[in-house]
């Protein structure tokens, strides 16, 4: 638990009688305000496995056959003016199950003391990174060999990512953030165009249905000598461009080294806003992955010679776990017949989730939701949350809480398909009965999971908007 507040500056304030030096005094302040300013951190660490961890993400085994480029994990640390501090973890890995980014959170809070409100673990949801600890653990045949590669990789990261963390926070040094926002069209809605379609409909300029969210926020960290130390971007859209067995970061992972390359002192990093429901269409082309990374990285360009807007140095987070209950919790009579399903995932699952039942285990009702709100200054507000959510959520959140606002998805947790109310109420894959591809001990969420989600979101966001100095900042 950590307090935030202003407090000092105030109580000064109330003691001075004359005017005149009550202006001296606030201009004192200002100046010393805006002279201390942000300090900003960053590390990185390739995450390119050495052994032949499967690739993840697809309900197949796919043993690796080579790298097109390396896989990397990257951290930024920013700290306000009072000492607050965040740090930022991206990645290209497919999923990080909760077993593994808890061992982190506690590693950082034994080490660092970064409590949980204060860092937000991305991954951008690469479907040529490898797999890790129990994500989709039922997507891929039981190897031993194997089973014991991802337990060896998995525990490798783990350390990497502590050490990379403690390596940004080491980093921190004066510097000044701006963010802006560009767009760019490649991210299409998967449940409203089916895919034999989308090049037929794109090649006779017809426009495609539902959905998307073709923003690309950008954050810029720039050093006191004018360098560009880091650049954060972000996309709604599921990095699926490729299925086969090579080793890279998809199109996130094109757009960061063009980037990269064009800025050789930066660091670039990328977060998948909200791109649970949203393809990179038409796909499965080495040609079009890098055509998807150059838009990208074009539509950050774009930005960056733009007039971007200053950001103020002050930092509030909160973060809490809101419960998601399940629709229907499975029992023995469910699993039962599915043990002989033609789905060799299904068919996994209900034998895994039968063996927990024969050991006496009791499923729970409902599984914790991690979500995030981080303000920085007035200006910028992130919001963080689990999963794969819909993009329905960018929309709303982005609508109800003005410019300036970042929803990520993809934080923390793989857990499963997060659909609004609407790809609910519509069913099919994100929205429907599927939950038993993630794990869960159950076919659907209940109905009311975006009502659930809201409730908490707004809530964050209410403390960290909060002019209360003693709000709570949470878990
Ligand atoms: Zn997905």
Known sequence: MEFLGRTGLTTRRQVVCCLLATVLMAWASSTQVSAAGWKAGVARAVITPENPVWLAGYGTKRAPDG????????????????????????????????G???????????????????????????????RLGDDLVDYYPVEDEQVKLVEEYTALMVEACVAMVGESLSALAPATLQMGQGKTTFAVNRRNNPEAEVP??????????????????????????????????????????????????????????????????????????????????PRRRVELCQKYGHMLAVAVE???????????????????YVDLPY??????????????????????????????????????????????????????????????TVV??????????????????????????????????????????????YGRPAFRWAGDIEDRIAASVHRLVGQVRSTNDETPTGE
């Open 67 to 98: 790298k097109l480029h390396d896989l990397w994990m990257k951290a930024l640390a920013l700290e306000d003016d009072e000492g607050h501090r965040v740090v930022l973890i991206t990645s290209d890995f497919q999923g990080v199950p909760k």
């Open 302 to 320: 774009d930005v960056l010679q733009q007039q971007l807007e200053p950001i103020s140095p002050s930092l509030r987070t909160a973060f809490e």
């Open 200 to 281: 037929d409909l794109l090649a006779a300029g017809k426009p495609l249905k539902g959905p998307v969210d073709h923003s690309v926020p950008v954050l810029t960290v720039t050093r006191s000598d004018g360098k560009l130390a880091a650049v954060l971007f972000g996309y709604a859209c599921h990095p699926t461009t490729l299925s086969f067995l090579t080793w890279c970061g998809d199109y996130p992972g094109f757009a960061q080294l063009e980037l990269e390359q064009q800025h050789p002192e930066t660091t670039a990093m990328f977060v998948n806003t909200c791109g649970g429901d949203q393809n990179p269409l």
């Open 327 to 388: 629709l229907k919790v499975v029992d023995r009579a469910d699993l039962n017949p599915l043990l002989a399903d033609p789905n060799a995932i299904r068919a996994r699952w209900a034998a895994r989730m039968r063996q927990k039942l024969d050991r006496g285990e009791k499923f729970p009702a409902s599984y914790p939701y991690p979500v995030h709100a981080w303000q920085l200054g007035s200006e910028m507000l992130v919001i963080g949350m689990g999963a794969e």
């Open 100 to 130: 593994m980014s808890d061992q982190v959170f506690v590693q950082l809070r034994m080490r660092f003391q970064l409590e949980r409100h204060q860092v937000m673990f991305t991954f951008s949801h690469n479907h040529c990174g490898p």
């Open 392 to 437: 329905d959520y960018a929309l709303r959140f982005k609508l109800e809480f003005g410019g300036g606002t970042w929803v990520c998805g993809y934080a923390d947790d793989m857990i499963a398909y997060i659909p609004s109310r609407r790809v609910w109420e519509e069913g099919g894959y994100e929205g429907g009965s599927n939950l038993y591809e």
